[in-house]
Structure formats: C-alpha cells, structure tokens
C-alpha cells in the first residue's frame, strides 16, 4: 500500500488526462452501484440515493437503524428508521450468485492460524455489510475489465484500495458525523454500531482529493524533475534519483551490502513489538489484489514481518533478535561517520531498551534523543505536561569513524551514573526538569558506556533509578528536581527561554513557530534543549497566533514601552549625553519616534569589549542580541583605569529577572566598570516582596548584585531625571540589589 501511495504520489498523471479518466470511470461504474441505494423519499416517495445508514450489528445479523439521505422535497439530512429485517438479504444472495469477483478469504494465514487481531470476523467478507461488499465488487469489476491503460489502472487501483476501510463495518456510527466513516482502532473492529457510508460516494471523494494530490505535487516540485529508477543501482550510479520498494528490509540491505556501496544516512521508523499489526491490517486493501499476490503477501508477512504475534510463531526474544540484525546490518551499510535515525513511540521502558541494545550491539554510538510531542494534544498530556510521554522518540545515532566501541564505563554502576548526569543536567538548566529529557541524557550516556550490551538492561529503568536517588525528587506531574533546592544555581531556563522569545518578538513583531525554535535550539543546544511546552507557554503570554500558523506579539507586550517606559529612557539618556557620556538605546525601543534625534550603536560598546585584546575575540551572536536589548547603556573612557558602563533597565512591566540575563555579557568582562541601575519606579515594594521568595533570584551571582542599584523615584516627576546631577546623584545613593536582600533576610 504505501509503495502505491507513494508511486501515485510522486508519479502522477496530468490533470488534465486524469479529469478524463474520472469522468470514464464515473460513466463506467456510477449508475451500476448508485442502485444499489436507491430508496424512495418518506416525505413525497420520488427515487432517492442513501448516502449513509447506521446499523446494528450482532455476529450473524445485520439490521438497518437509521437510513440518511437528502431529497428535493426539502432541505437537510432526512433521518428514516426502516421496518422489517431482512433488509440486507438479497445483498447476500446477489454476492454469491451474480458471478461478481470480491475477495473470497479467511483471516487467516497459510497455516489456518487466525488473525490474532480480527475479533469476531472469520471471513473477509464479514467486514462489509452485504451491500458495500458488492458496492466495492462492481467499482473493481469496472477497473478490473475496463480498457485501461496499464498506468491507469494501477492509478485506479490504488484509489480504490484506499477506500475500502471506509466502506466496511469497522468504522462505528457518530451520530455528530453521520455521513463519515473513519478506521480508528489498531484491529478489524467488531463494532456494534457500524456506520455504511455510500461506496460510490467515498470513491467518487477520492477521485476529488487525488486530483488535489496532483496539483499539490506540481507546486512543491515546481516544475524540477527527477528521476525514478527501477532498481537501487541506478541510484548508487548515479543514473536515478529515487528508488522506492517495500520489501523484507533484511533482503534490501543484503542486496546494498554486496553492492559494496555505503549510505550516508539512514531514517527508520520500525515496528514497536506487536503493538500494530501491520501487517494483518493491512489485508484490508491487500485483499484487492491477484490471488497469487495476496498470497504471496500473506506468505511474506508470516515469514519476514518484524513484530510480536503469537500466531506467526514470533515472541518477543524473536522480535528483539529481528530488529537487532536489522540495525546490524543498517550500521554495516551505513559509511563510517554517517547518521542513523530511529523513531520509537512505545512508553514501555523495556522495548525501548530493546532498540538501545540492539543499536549498540550493531556498533553505532548514540548521540541524542529528540522526544518530539504528539501534534494532537491528548487529554493525558493536558493533564501532566511533562509526564506523558505522547509522541515520537527520535534516537540520533551515528557510525563511528573507527570500529572500536566507546570506552567501558560500567566501573561505574547504573545509579552512580544516572546520579552523575541528573545532578549535571538539573544544575543547567537551573529548574525542574521534565523526566524524558533527563532521562534521554541518562540514556545517551548508559549507552555510550555499554550499560546495554547486556541482558540484565533490558527491564533497567532509568527513572526508578531517579526516584531512588535521594538527592532527587521525582514529582507527580512527572518532573525530576533537586531534593534541596537551594542547590540550583543558574537563570532557570524557562526564564531565558521567555526571555529569547519575547527579545524575537520584539525584534520581529511576527514570528512563526520554527524561528523561535530554532533561535531557541540555537541559543540553548543538547541538555538544555526546553521542552517545547515552555515556548508554547511564552509565545502565549506575549503574542497572538494568526492565521497561517504565525504568531503576532500582542500589542501589550510592548506598549507600555512605548510610554512611561521610554520617556524613562529618554530622560536618562539625555542626562548621560549632557555628562559626556555615549549611549546605545535598546533595539526594540529605537522604533520609537522619540528617540530619533539620538544617535548611538551597541556594536560600540561591544568594541570595548572586543578590540584591545591581544587576539580580538567576537562576542557570540546570542550575546549580542541580548546585549541590543539593554534599554539603555550609556559609557565614557574617563580617568579611571577601566572604561566606566552603566546600564540602564526600566523596570516598569516585566520580572526584573531580564537585566541580569542582558547585562550579562559585559558584567563578565573584566575590562568594564559596569553598574546597573534598574529603575524600578515605585515599584520598590513589589521587588522586595519578589525578594522574600527567593527562588527567581537565587542564582544571580553576588557580586552581580553588589553592582545592581535599585532605584526608585516618582513617576510623576520623570523630567527631573534628565538633570545629571539629579540622576547622578540619584543612582549613588540607591541601594544596591545586595542591600536590599539582606535587609529583606533580616526582617524574615
Ligand atoms: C511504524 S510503521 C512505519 C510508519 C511510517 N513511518 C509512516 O509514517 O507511515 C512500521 C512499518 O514497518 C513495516 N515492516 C514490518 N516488518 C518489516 C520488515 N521486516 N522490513 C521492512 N518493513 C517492515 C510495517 O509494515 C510498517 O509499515
Ligand atoms: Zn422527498
């Protein structure tokens, strides 16, 4: 099926020819299955076609409930509850009488082994109500002996199959869609309330939506070619860009082995154990097809599926033992230096060490684990954002370069590492931490150091190794934090990541997911790579998400900057230049019209920093990013020995967290006098209060503190600011942050 899906895909037909080919099929098959709906009106009795009927359905009887049409005679969905039961009988009879091929199979394999996921069906017929089964019989029979060219039928073919699952009983009635049917569960679904849709109707929206497809496939290839080839040596030669197959992946990567040609990376999304049975499920479509093609499949499918089933004769140990040689021989064709791919969405701790061993034992080192949430937001993982784990894992691994494996680490054991790297990563990201992403970094670690070779690994779990751990506190909503707090040190990351998305917004005003993601993964790589809920969270505190998926920041996010907030700035600014001083003011403030008549660049300020050094060192861009959002820095080289910087943050809106991270940079500097007058208003109160609860502030080092002074003034008398001798004298006699939490310490 997706080799089809695939061919149709990147291979289509034009649109015009394929309009044509609709409109011949349509003329061919409509009428033939259209009557097999046919009904007359409750309301005026005229012809009617039914577009939908909700059934009851026990083992061996089917019943109609509800027949669903439209007619002229009035607007909207008419609801019919038929009489008498026999309604689907002649259906039956017509299936076996009328010389119409439909696929005539158990759900079985060769052997007579069942399905281990077909519930209570026996035949492939009883996932169909007699009608839809016929419905489906007379669309093939159309394609099947129509004068088609090769490439058209196997387009119709392909069309046809991927609705077949529509039209069965697997698919149970909502009453809120009573026209649609979907496949929901992962088995042949016994439901008690089937829904049948239309057949004719569903083909005829998939002929719509294919010629959706193509025109789609024009767009994004936008009239580049490529070529496909027909075997994995044209590509390897160079003679085709693209090889599609579905087969035993063991016989392809033989077949790439014995070429002698290497790849340069490989992406594979395995089975995990026997969670979905691909394979049987996939007898849905399959079953259209030549019997000795089905047959072969089925063949196939017991013989070289990699899954757990019972009645293929597959436990675990033999599933484990598959995926070990398929990674195996991934690895030996992969060239040394290469990348390796692997998604894996089971919770289930032991499966995952399954991979983990199995990749080590192929000789590949693992260099990261991406969890990538689910799109679709579960109400499991409304309810613990950190703790679900709903999504993919993504486990990077790469072939080294030499064949050695890593070192042996295990002198240490499991819980000493495991110790080792939640304290490290923990005293990073200087916060809670969600529990997949310490465990990822435990992971990544106990692999390199061939704590998975083993068959001991495979039931280890790294989190019971956290909750172990007294140093550590796992918590409920699924989070892993030092047991005593005050151990953090460090501007906890979801601070610095609002902070990085609220510097994008203002410096972009609309910004799309992936920047700031990328900005974000940029600024803050490996272990200290967030959570993705902490970006959403601050993209919803500062901006607005507007059509097409990009987010605007909300007005509030930056006015008050433009009012009190700026005047502060530019009284301030014109103090300092009266003094003889150069200023920069902050980039997302220079929009505004008031500060036009001022000049000033933070990349001078940045020079002080840079040049004089022997070997001129470049501040890091993230560095100077945060530095351009400084409100105001304003400098002189004066007299003193070191120039002397003061920076100025008007502290009238946000959580006085943001001018220690911006400020940064230059306080590391030993070649700068800096101080940081964080003007805090009348705000004075609030920030003590902050103090008390110390948490936030905890990490800003001391003699940072010692160089920050707080100062307060009256709102009200803001032109008094632009005096230098006022101002001047008004940040002297400040207190500086360290006053003001020791004062704080001494009152509680
Ligand atoms: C997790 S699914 C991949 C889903 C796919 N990435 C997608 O998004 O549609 C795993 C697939 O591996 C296939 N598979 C199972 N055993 C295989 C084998 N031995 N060789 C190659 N593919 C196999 C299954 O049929 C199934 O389609
Ligand atoms: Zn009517």
Redesign the pocket.
Known sequence: M?EDIIRATIEPVDPASFQLLAVRICEMAAQRVLNLYRHNCKYCSNPVILSAVSVAAAKDELEPLELRYTCKCRDGLIREAPGGSAYYQCFDKRLDSEGVWWPDLDLAYPNGAPFIKRERYEKYRDLFTPRNLLALAYIWDSIENGDWSRRESFLLATLFRSIVHLCSRVSGDRRVRPLSAGWTQHSFWFAKNPVEINAWGAFYRKLHEYSGVIRSWQVITAGRSFRVGKTIDEVFRKRADIFVC?????T?LREIHESGHRVDYVFT????NGM?Q??EL?TMWNAWRPSKDFDSYIAS?AR????ENRNQGKNIQDYYQ?LRG?LGQIAEVTRPGGYVHV?F?SPKVKYRNFTLRAARLAGLSFEKLHFQRSVRSSKKSIDQPFGSIFGDFIFRFRKPSSTSLPPDRRRLSMAELVHERVEYILKHRGEATPIHIAAAECERELFNAGFFDDDKALNRDVVDAMKRDESFRVSRDGSVTFACETRFTGTPLSLRVEKTVRERLAESRVVTYTDIWSAVLKEYPNSLTPDSTSITRSLQKYAIQKAGGVWEVKPAALRDRSTVHNRIILHCAKAFLAAGYEIAIGRPERSDAIFHSLRGRYSDICALIEIGSEKRTRLADHDRRRIANIDLAAWKIGDGLLPEVFLVEVETSTGFIDAFDRAQALLRSPKLDVTIAMMVTDRLRELQGRIGNRTTFRSVPDDIKRRTRVVAFDPGELTSLRKWKTLSQLIRRSPTWADLEAATRAVT
């Open positions: 997706s579905t087969q035993d992946c063991a392809f999304d395995p089975p995990y979905i691909y394979g996939s499918i070289s599926e990699l899954t598959h398929a998604t969405s």
